[in-house]
């Protein structure tokens, strides 16, 4: 089997680190991309582990979990989801101003802990 799976979640967690500083210098709705980008990084490192095989080129955290054949407590499952819708409105925003206006500091912080969260959860399914 091979070590692929370390260099996923070696990703994973400098995208959280890059959370971090989109956070801390005002860039809300990028932390919270990044946030989304750590943990699919972290899903697909899981998918190598388990499956052996290469992870397919998707942002959809729900199908990542699904193929692997993880399922989180209750509170992880809703984040994801949350998380999931995130990543497109935090891609491809269609109004700057709007998405910066729902992506406060506060909402973002959240975010940033349950990713982090979320994170560990997924290194323990290792």
Same mark, same amino acid.
């Given at each position: 089997m091979s070590d692929?799976?370390?260099e996923w979640l070696k990703q994973a967690d400098y995208d959280m680190d890059t959370a971090y500083a989109m956070h801390s210098s005002g860039r809300?709705?990028?932390a919270v991309f990044m946030c989304h980008l750590? !943990?699919?990084k972290a899903l697909k490192g899981l998918y190598y582990?388990?499956?052996d095989e290469v992870p397919p080129?998707?942002?959809?955290l729900l199908?990542?979990?699904?193929k692997i054949g993880k399922k989180p407590e209750q509170e992880f499952q809703k984040f994801i989801i949350k998380l999931?819708?995130?990543s497109v409105a935090t891609r491809y925003p269609d109004d700057l101003?709007? !998405?910066q206006a729902a992506y406060t500091e506060e909402i973002t912080q959240d975010m940033i802990t349950k990713s982090k969260d979320l994170l560990k959860w997924i290194k323990t399914q290792f």
């Open positions: 692929k799976h370390k809300y709705f990028y750590s !943990i699919e582990k388990v499956l080129k998707t942002h959809n199908y990542l979990l699904n999931n819708t995130a101003a709007k !998405i």
